[in-house]
């Protein structure tokens, strides 16, 4: 069975700073690995997606994910956040021949003033 | 081109009452899922479409909540009768390929349930 694991409920960072949310999976085969990212009454927005090739993923937003295969890990990456970035991100998996995508519980980022 | 439409946005209602979910996918997109997210959790898949067939309803609890895509376009997706913990965010997204194609899932902006 496939699996997402978001290891912080919470990230908190200051703007202009560095901001990385976790995601670790499980899953047979190669995985396809998605962010999305959902503001307070919205529904979720996509961000971006890893499917094979390099191994950095560059999606919008200026955001990007590096996946490592022998970690098994998708981290979501912004260089410089900014307040507007403040929402709660999930992590979502799919094997090569599933189509169900599980998702992670979600990591909830606020970026202070 | 247009998102995905739910409506309605919000629905209240007593315990046993029912309600239903409506769905518009994105235009040409054959596959269309149905998600419940409750608060503090990640969506939940309850039911795929391809096209008007049922590619998974296994998480589907049948004895209450029903779904359909006529036509391959709109779906509805119902819930009788109503109990408190089906309160949650209900989901609709849609994507341009079949089953196992690499393509990206596109949301709603869901329908927020709430059961008295």
């Known amino acids: 069975a496939q699996s997402v694991a978001q290891p912080e409920d919470q990230v908190n960072v200051a703007e202009g700073n560095p901001l990385t949310v976790k995601c670790t999976y499980s899953?047979?085969?190669?995985?396809?690995l998605f962010w999305y990212v959902q503001y307070p009454n919205r529904g979720l927005q996509f961000l971006l997606k890893y499917i094979t090739g390099d191994n950095l993923v560059k999606g919008s937003y200026g955001f990007e994910a590096e996946f490592n295969k022998s970690q098994t890990s998708f981290h979501l990456k912004k260089p410089s956040a900014l307040v507007s970035d403040s929402a709660l991100y999930f992590c979502?998996?799919?094997?090569?021949?599933?189509?169900?995508?599980?998702f992670g519980a979600g990591t909830t980022v606020t970026v202070r003033a | 081109e247009a998102g995905v439409a739910q409506s309605p946005r919000y629905k209240i209602i007593e315990k046993r009452q029912s309600v239903a979910f409506w769905c518009n996918p994105i235009s040409g997109h054959a596959t269309l899922y149905w998600y419940q997210q409750i608060l503090g959790q990640g969506p939940k898949l309850l039911i795929q479409f391809q096209n008007n067939g049922v590619v998974d309803d296994s998480q589907l609890p049948k004895d209450r909540f029903s779904a359909e895509r006529l036509k391959g376009v709109d779906s509805t997706l119902k819930i009788q009768p109503a109990k408190l913990e089906d309160s949650a965010v209900y989901l609709c997204?849609?994507?341009?390929?079949?089953?196992?194609?690499?393509?990206?899932?596109?949301f709603g902006p869901g329908t927020r349930l709430t059961v008295l």
């Open positions: 899953v047979s085969g190669n995985p396809y």
């Open positions: 997204a849609t994507r341009r390929e079949g089953a196992v194609s690499t393509d990206t899932q596109y």
């Open positions: 979502a998996v799919r094997g090569f021949n599933d189509y169900k995508l599980s």
